[in-house]
């Protein structure tokens, strides 16, 4: 099955930028549903964006117009974050999943495979 391995994370002021990354390895992504998720102590596992069945961006209404999601055919997803909030303090992981059907590609509970995280902190 598929590794991922996040990095990119890091500290930056508000109104500023990060760009995550997510590296895949043991398999080939193009045929997973792939997805960022962000989590903050004692609060559950939020979907942030994703690249749903279709091939199609989605994302959470709190980031829309701001983050972006990407796939290369290096087998990696990244996500672009501009216009940074304090509110987007989070520890962020990267998901896959290889099931031929996802209901929503935002919901935590649809995927199998993660990635350790990686800490993003704006202030």
């Given at each position: 099955?598929?590794?991922?391995?996040?990095?990119?994370?890091?500290?930056?002021?508000?109104?500023?930028?990060l760009?995550?990354?997510?590296?895949?390895?043991?398999?080939?992504?193009?045929?997973?549903?792939?997805g960022?998720?962000?989590?903050?102590?004692?609060?559950?596992?939020?979907?942030?964006?994703?690249?749903?069945?279709?091939?199609?961006?989605?994302?959470?209404?709190?980031v829309?117009g701001?983050?972006?999601?990407?796939?290369?055919?290096k087998n990696?997803?990244?996500?672009?974050m501009n216009?940074l909030?304090?509110?987007?303090?989070?520890?962020?992981?990267?998901?896959?999943?290889?099931?031929?059907?996802?209901?929503?590609?935002?919901g935590?509970?649809?995927?199998?495979?993660?990635?350790?995280?990686?800490q993003?902190?704006?202030?």
């Amino acid at each position: 099955h598929v590794q991922l391995v996040e990095s990119g994370g890091g500290s930056v002021q508000v109104g500023g930028s990060l760009r995550l990354s997510c590296v895949a390895s043991g398999d080939t992504i193009s045929r997973y549903c792939m997805g960022w998720f962000r989590q903050i102590p004692d609060k559950e596992r939020e979907g942030v964006a994703a690249i749903d069945d279709h091939g199609d961006a989605i994302y959470a209404n709190s980031v829309k117009g701001r983050f972006t999601v990407s796939q290369d055919a290096k087998n990696s997803l990244y996500l672009q974050m501009n216009s940074l909030k304090s509110e987007d303090t989070a520890t962020y992981y990267c998901a896959a999943d290889d099931s031929p059907f996802h209901e929503y590609a935002l919901g935590s509970w649809e995927y199998k495979y993660w990635g350790q995280g990686t800490q993003v902190t704006v202030s």
